[in-house]
């Protein structure tokens, strides 16, 4: 599905999107969530559509984050657990933190993938935070027009 390009400019007014990668999930959502809006819709009703698509993907990379990390810790106490059997059936003893760190160093994969989710976890709480940042701004210059309108019609400010 190709984006219009009007939806591409709002994306990069709105956060910063430079280019929309079609091949992306997310920006798929974003996208469809801008269209969905509508092209009258207001800048507080399209971050509203954004904020839900990043709300839905931290959902996902929540359990993500928590998959990956579960794997790496299940993976690392397993392969302790082997050294010590495999030290133990050979009469031989081995200290718990080299076999932590055997562990550790098997599980250079588990590790990766388990850092790479907290970062995207991460990323969706702070794309969230600024676009709640971004409404609360948005409610603010609204309420100052509002107030300059109101003092512009009781003739303040040297216009009546």
Same mark, same amino acid.
């Given at each position: 599905m190709t984006v219009h390009p009007g939806v591409a400019t709002i994306l990069r007014d709105l956060i910063g999107l430079d280019g929309i990668d079609e091949e992306n999930p997310l920006h798929q959502q974003l996208a469809d969530a801008i269209t969905n809006a509508g092209p009258g819709? &207001?800048?507080? !009703?399209?971050?509203?559509?954004?904020?839900?698509?990043?709300?839905? %993907?931290?959902? @996902? /990379? =929540? +359990?993500? *984050?928590?998959?990956?990390?579960? @794997?790496?810790?299940?993976?690392? /106490?397993?392969?302790?657990?082997?050294?010590?059997?495999?030290?133990? /059936?050979?009469?031989?003893?081995? /200290?718990? =933190?080299?076999?932590?760190?055997? !562990?550790?160093? @098997?599980?250079? @994969?588990?590790?990766?993938?388990?850092?790479?989710?907290? %970062?995207?976890? +991460? &990323?969706? +709480?702070? *794309?969230? =935070?600024?676009? =709640?940042?971004?409404l609360d701004l948005h409610r603010t210059d609204r309420s100052d027009q509002r107030a300059a309108d109101k003092a512009s019609a009781q003739g303040y400010g040297g216009a009546a």
């Open positions: 819709a &207001s800048f507080g !009703a399209r971050v509203v559509a954004l904020r839900y698509v990043f709300n839905w %993907q931290l959902n @996902d /990379a =929540g +359990r993500v *984050f928590a998959k990956a990390k579960a @794997d790496y810790e299940h993976k690392v /106490a397993r392969r302790v657990m082997e050294e010590t059997v495999k030290a133990a /059936a050979e009469n031989r003893k081995i /200290a718990l =933190g080299l076999a932590e760190k055997i !562990a550790e160093h @098997d599980a250079y @994969d588990e590790k990766l993938a388990y850092l790479l989710a907290e %970062q995207r976890e +991460r &990323s969706m +709480r702070n *794309f969230l =935070g600024t676009l =709640g940042a971004a």
